[in-house]
């Protein structure tokens, strides 16, 4: 038989002979092993990869979702990692990829988009060198709450506090954002008086900074004048005109910015909170 040999040789020849592809019906599989022909192929390759694509970020959402929306705590380091795991690679199949993995792909992603906007902020805030206080470490937001709210107020002492915190960065919360927020909590959860309106607030390098004044004596005084006005039925004193001159001397300032100091890389924003409040007469 002469037949077979030259039919290969051809090629044209033997894919008229191979039977057509499953998913298009019309080019022929790549060979005989094959159901499908190559683009064909590539095509669901590549929608396969993106549905683990999905999946993993799924995953990420759902502990987001798991951890408290957006206040995910810093991963404690794991120090025996990198030597514990020289030897085994990993056991998992392919697509049972650990939560961990998962996040850590994630941080990846995230530090890629940070770095773009790294370029433009650094260019135009020169680095200001000023000595650095030295910020009391707390576990979580609800935690450096509960000191402050033991500490203030307290009348008879001036109060000088340096709080820090750090969380895992999200994509959808910059710096900024974080800032306010933890602003508005700071308002909610503790007992100090400060206008969330009424601020100052600057950028330096990734850092993003909000001062407030305290207001604990106005919010004091429209108490009283309401209450007066109350007593003798006068609507022409308002609480407002008392405020200028009441303006105690205390700050409260915010800072929010990248936090690269995680062993395993993780991106995390830092949180500072600074209180200066002069003793109260
Ligand atoms: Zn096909
Ligand atoms: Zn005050």
Known sequence: MDFAPTASIT?????????????????PVTNAGYSTCRPCRDKRNEMKKRS?????????????????????????????????????????????????????????????????TKVDVASKSPPVATPEPVFKKFVSAGD?????????????????????????ALPDVDNKHRARQVARDLRDNTTLHFNLENKESYRNGTAYTIHYKCTCRASS?????????????????????ETPKSECRGRIEICAEDDRSHPQGWLGQRVKVTITHPKKI
């Open 144 to 168: 450096l709450h509960k000191t402050i709210k033991r500490r203030y107020p307290d009348n008879s002492n001036s109060l000088r506090f340096y709080g820090t915190y750090a969380i895992i």
């Open 11 to 27: 090629g044209l020849a033997s894919a008229a002979e191979l039977p057509k592809c499953n998913a298009c019906h019309k080019a």
């Open 221 to 241: 005084i429209k108490r009283t004048a309401s209450d007066l006005s109350l007593y003798f039925g006068s609507k022409n004193k308002t609480a407002s005109e």
């Open 52 to 116: 683990q694509q999905k999946k993993r970020e799924q995953k990420f959402r759902l502990l987001q979702a798991i951890a408290g929306s957006d206040n995910i705590p810093f991963p404690a380091p794991r120090p025996t990692e990198k030597s514990a795991s020289a030897g085994k690679k990993r056991k998992a199949p392919e697509d049972e990829e650990s939560l961990a993995d998962a996040l850590e792909r994630m941080r990846k992603r995230f530090k890629k988009m940070e770095a773009f």
